[in-house]
């Protein structure tokens, strides 16, 4: 669409534009026709649940290729009612396409110095609450503060979702940003409540 005038002025260089060649040696390869029989079944059997911060990278730091896992980004890693559902729909998808599996694993992994830690801050907790509406209440609960204990909060409260597959399984990590290297809090076990069809 063309712009008017007006608009020429605003517009700004994307910064996209400049890791396109990297799209484009992508393309070239051609790992992308390496795609797995159904797209919500991904090679390593993995969804990994981690942090925005782009120190905080699973394809890196767990040696991740194309495929290998499904990835979803919170502000430190947390599971909100907007993940809950999507590991939900995922985990419905392959009980409903794909029953035989393989089913996954949701690997919820929390990191060392965390920028979500800023919203410890009152001040600017109370200005991020005040401009957007979100409940400050739900904003003080958020911070990373001490990652192997928040992610253990985070697998628990995933675990105990009543709409994720009992045939999920959840599991907790902290990666150390300092090292490079991820810990395990707690292991894979079983998350939600067995639907009818697998209770009877």
Excluded at 14 to 42: H, Q, T, Y
Excluded at 57 to 77: M, Q, S, Y
Excluded at 94 to 112: D, L, R
Aim: with cysteine; net charge negative; aromatic share 8%.
């Amino acid at each position: 669409m063309p712009t008017s005038p007006d608009q020429e002025g605003l517009e700004e260089e994307s910064n996209l534009e400049a890791v396109l060649p990297g799209n484009a040696a992508f393309a070239a390869k051609g790992d992308w026709r390496n795609e797995p029989r159904l797209p919500f079944l991904p090679y390593k059997g993995l969804y990994v649940i981690t942090c925005v911060d782009p120190r905080v990278d699973p394809f890196e730091f767990l040696g991740l290729g194309f495929a290998d896992a499904i990835v979803g980004r919170t502000v430190g890693g947390r599971i909100t009612p907007a993940m809950i559902q999507d590991v939900a729909y995922i985990g419905y998808l392959v009980e409903q396409k794909a029953p035989e599996g393989p089913y996954f694993e949701v690997a919820i992994i929390h990191h060392t110095q965390c920028g979500s830690r800023l919203l410890e801050d009152v001040e600017l907790r109370h200005g991020f609450a005040e401009r957007t509406g979100y409940d400050e209440q739900v904003l003080a609960a958020l911070p990373a503060t001490g990652p192997a204990q928040t992610v253990r909060a985070d697998v628990e409260l995933l675990r105990a979702a009543p709409q994720i597959s009992a045939r999920t399984t959840v599991s907790g990590h902290v990666y150390d940003v300092a090292t490079g290297l991820v810990t395990t809090v707690i292991g894979a076990q079983g998350a939600g409540l067995a639907t009818p069809a697998a209770q009877s």
